[in-house]
């Protein structure tokens, strides 16, 4: 059931009554769906359509661990919840995210640099508002000023909340050479930009192989992390494909030095990575053990990803120890997740989990 207007300026204002919240809070339940139970064996497997979520979910490892599906025939999508707790309520209640462009929150957003002893300057953009906020991070050679990190800016302004976006070094205007940038660099870039830059507990936006690093980050900095996000999560992602390789395939890399990857998402149409990024990235995988991180985590993925299969997601949510972990599908979407139901999607989960948060923190 739809908010009416006035319910939601006022919600949007912080100008909620008591009994307006109260009715708000009604609402919300009454959204509530009780999900199917699903106990999975080792090694089922999970395939969703846009009418129908089939037969079953992958990757549960832990003996009578319990799932729930919930069909979307709307949008197109399906969710995979591992756990049991309040999540997807934007799925179910089907809300629409917030308006844009609200007149409330237009300040202008300049580029700035975070300077750090000893490593590269990062470049940055803050929107400064309230808590949580939230922190973009891009996808492999990917800057700043993508289609996800400026509609997330858009959202956030809308809302009064903060928000960064930073490019990688030696990526978009940030200082340092591209060609000895390593995962191990990009971590800590990220956690700079926690460390430095953003003020109050974050939710992390990240984006394939920013997904990789949102996890982490949250890993390293779990009393700054409240939420993640992830889209077309990408962890473990290059040394997964790499060792996907023949052997032979493998050794001549190794002699080249090189890996020349085909990429559509490329304009050379293929990125050339050093055989030094791979081996020091094998250093960073995750999903060989279980993945320390105990606060929300939504993982959308598109079922028409040919970069990283929509089947890692759910590697990742088994992984983690959260019990609260939502895998959202999308049957028509590819890789970047950058179509307009993408993004509408992306932003309502956004908004959902900074309902629950704040319903948590009251």
């Not at 139970?37 to 979520?53: E, H, I, Q, W």
């Not at 700035?112 to 803050?126: E, G, I, M, V």
């Not at 929107?127 to 996800?148: C, D």
Request: net charge positive; hydrophobic share 40%.
């Amino acid at each position: 059931m739809p908010l009416g207007a006035t319910e939601r300026a006022n919600r949007e204002t912080g100008t909620v009554d008591s009994t307006l919240r109260m009715r708000l809070r009604a609402r919300h339940e009454s959204h509530e769906m009780q999900f199917s139970k699903l106990c999975l064996p080792a090694d089922c497997a999970c395939v969703t359509s846009g009418r129908d979520l089939c037969k079953s979910v992958a990757s549960a490892r832990a003996a009578g661990k319990m799932a729930a599906w919930v069909p979307c025939r709307r949008w197109g999508w399906a969710a995979v919840a591992f756990g049991w707790h309040r999540g997807l309520n934007v799925v179910l209640a089907r809300k629409p995210p917030r308006a844009w462009g609200l007149p409330a929150c237009r300040q202008k957003v300049s580029l700035s640099f975070l300077n750090r002893p000893d490593l590269p300057s990062l470049a940055y953009k803050k929107l400064k508002g309230k808590s949580p906020g939230i922190i973009f991070i891009p996808g492999y050679l990917s800057n700043m000023n993508g289609t996800k990190a400026l509609a997330i800016e858009e959202f956030c302004k809308s809302l009064g909340h903060g928000y960064i976006r930073f490019d990688y070094s030696g990526i978009g205007n940030s200082d340092g050479n591209l060609a000895e940038c390593t995962v191990g660099k990009w971590r800590k870039d990220v956690l700079s930009i926690l460390d430095d830059v953003a003020e109050g507990p974050q939710i992390l936006v990240g984006s394939s192989f920013g997904g990789w690093l949102m996890l982490h980050a949250t890993i390293a900095r779990p009393e700054k992390v409240v939420a993640l996000i992830g889209i077309a999560t990408a962890a473990d992602g290059l040394v997964t494909q790499f060792h996907a390789l023949s052997v032979e395939a493998q050794k001549e890399i190794e002699v080249k030095g090189q890996w020349t990857l085909p990429s559509k998402y490329s304009n050379e149409g293929f990125y050339n990575i050093p055989y030094s990024f791979i081996k020091e990235a094998e250093r960073h995988c995750l999903l060989h053990s279980p993945i320390p991180v105990t606060c929300p985590v939504r993982l959308l993925h598109g079922m028409k990803d040919d970069i990283i299969p929509w089947h890692t997601s759910l590697q990742v949510a088994d992984r983690v120890v959260s019990p609260d972990v939502d895998v959202i599908l999308r049957k028509q979407s590819d890789h970047r997740m950058k179509e307009k139901a993408d993004l509408h999607l992306l932003t309502c989960t956004i908004d959902d989990l900074i309902d629950k948060l704040s319903t948590m923190a009251n």
